[in-house]
């Protein structure tokens, strides 16, 4: 399959607001950094300005998924202010418009960083000079993680087909779901209601969110409104990599068909990427599909995705 000029030359694309992006999962081993690099990589080909941001704090790879050595300053440089500003612990790539904030593989407390130390991140993250922040998160449902999930414009999911990344995918975004109403409680008496709502055997018979908005909307009707806008404007994008057969494309539709059922939520199915021998073979080699195997179908699915997620585009039902 020949490749367009546009796919293959880095072209300039027109300047719009800063975006965040952040691609998070259920559990390990899904191929999550694998997808951050290569759309990352993308994005810049399209002439966007991209930083990669490895917050997997404590299990960083980032780098190697872009066949890169260990950078000399990484994100721990910053947490522990050995570097003023996050610009300090930026590192190019080989794309010309990519660049890396590496995470902070070698420092155990990262993963556990403190409430004033995120805030940190995210305010200078917030500010870096780009086109598109995309943040790589570790897996995982701890409160480090659904924070910088919920910080971006974009929220990606990313889930294999297979029943264990599936379930654990469903419980990131209804964690994430509570996480943000929780912070958008106005009384302390509404964020009560948000914690017992987690569990599942509370008192007060909350079953789902849906519910639990019934219950705010008896007690305080306007602070119900406030938290269906954050339901409302909750939009996760899910993205199933490692497809085989038809089957698992379908993964993405039942996940978007359970949000909407279960949790309210107006979530999207993004796209996918098949199995292909041509990345695994690109990661012994240390170096990125995307550059190593540009032909290759995952690559193809790749620019298919992200040029989705560009123009907010989704996988209809008929797909």
Partial sequence: MALSVSEVL????????????????????????????????????????????????GGANLHTCLGLPPPPRTLA??????????????????????????GAADLLSAANIKHLQKVRVMNQVRALDVDVVLIDLGAG??????????????????VVPEPTSIENGYRFIKSALY????????????????????????????????DLLARVESENPEAARD????????????????????GDIAIGHQLVAAC?????????????????????QSVRRRRLFMSDAPTSRASEEVRQLTRGLVKGESLGPGY
């Fill in 10 to 57: 880095p072209v300039a694309a027109p300047r719009t607001r800063r975006q965040i992006w952040s691609i998070g999962g259920g559990k390990g081993g899904i191929g999550k950094s694998l997808i951050a690099a290569s759309v990352g990589w993308q994005l810049a080909r399209m002439g966007r300005r991209v930083v990669l941001v490895d917050a997997d704090l």
């Fill in 179 to 210: 996480r943000r109403l929780r912070a958008a409680a106005p009384t302390e008496s509404i964020r009560e209601l948000v914690v017992a709502a987690l569990d599942p055997k509370n008192p007060q018979g909350i079953k789902t969110p849906l």
């Fill in 260 to 280: 909407a059922r279960h949790l309210g939520l107006r979530a999207s199915y993004a796209g996918y990427i098949h199995h292909d021998d041509a990345v695994w």
């Fill in 141 to 158: 449902t701890s409160y480090n993680i659904l924070d910088f999930f919920l910080l971006s414009d974009v929220s990606i999911l990313a």
């Fill in 77 to 102: 440089d910053f947490i522990q202010r050995r570097a003023s500003s996050i610009e300090e612990v930026l590192s190019d790539t080989p794309a010309n418009g990519l660049r890396l904030i590496s």
């Fill in 227 to 246: 938290l269906r806008r954050e339901v409302a404007t909750f939009q996760p994008r899910f993205v199933v990599n490692e497809v085989r057969d038809v």
